[in-house]
């Protein structure tokens, strides 16, 4: 299957700062993006669809000034939790869809956990 | 309803015993369908998909969909230890967009 990367794993950080997670589809080209936060034993819960040269679309509930995404190539987009507050802290999961012949399939990376203190 | 309902589990299975989870799906329209595995504090990994009616097999797991039932399933055939983990089936729907399903919790017992 195809490869998607997600850096930084994991990161801890102090209330008030911002942190930007990176997401890239290494083997094939992602013209979207989506971004998911998952809690403790609850599923995936999409936050936002990234499109690469437009302006991402938010799920109902999730602020757009506090999460930022830039999907600025075809391989590579960028999630900032700005100002972030410890109930930010979750584990933050990217996908990439490849689009081929029949159909499309989501890729996920590898998640970043993250912890604001 | 929620768009895609799957039994939360857990689901228990002895070793080498076939494991069943089952999906279904609100949206007539969706035409493709997917199973992820999550291991616990891992990020979910594709299994298998599938875009037609009938069944598809890959090595030990065998997806079948029902698009008439709005019904899609997971067959593990001998189940080992380290297929213990949750199972997430996803729906494209037909409004562009993928829906996941809350997840079967899995535990093959030695």
């Known amino acids: 299957g195809a490869v998607v990367s997600q850096h930084p794993s994991r990161v801890i950080c102090k209330s008030g700062t911002s942190v930007k997670i990176e997401c890239r589809s290494l083997?094939?080209?992602?013209?979207?993006m989506f971004w998911y936060r998952q809690f403790p034993k609850q599923s995936l819960m999409l936050m936002a669809t990234?499109?690469?040269?437009?302006?991402?679309?938010?799920e109902q509930g999730v602020e757009k000034d506090k999460f930022l995404i830039n999907h600025a190539s075809l391989t590579l987009s960028t999630l900032t939790v700005t100002s972030a507050h410890p109930e930010d802290s979750s584990f933050y999961i990217c996908?990439?869809?490849?689009?081929?012949?029949?159909?499309?399939?989501?890729?996920f990376g590898p998640g970043t956990r993250l912890l604001v203190l | 309803q929620k768009e895609v309902e799957q039994n939360s589990g857990p689901l228990s299975v002895p070793e080498g015993a076939i494991a069943s989870l089952n999906c279904t799906y609100s949206?007539?329209?969706?035409?493709?369908f997917f199973w992820y595995r999550q291991y616990s504090g891992k990020s979910p990994e594709l299994i298998m998909f599938?875009?037609?009616?009938g069944d598809k097999e890959d090595g030990r797991f065998t997806a079948q969909l029902n698009k008439a039932s709005q019904y899609v399933s997971l067959l593990i055939r001998d189940s080992q230890p380290s297929d213990s983990a949750t199972y997430l089936c996803?729906?494209?729907?037909?409004?562009?967009?993928?829906?996941f399903g809350p997840g079967t919790s899995l535990s093959v017992i030695p």
């Open positions: 949206d007539r329209g969706s035409q493709s």
């Open positions: 083997d094939f080209q992602a013209t979207t």
């Open positions: 599938i875009y037609s009616n």
């Open positions: 996803a729906v494209g729907t037909s409004y562009d967009k993928v829906i």
């Open positions: 990234s499109n690469e040269g437009s302006k991402a679309t938010y």
């Open positions: 996908s990439a869809r490849e689009e081929r012949g029949a159909g499309e399939t989501q890729y």
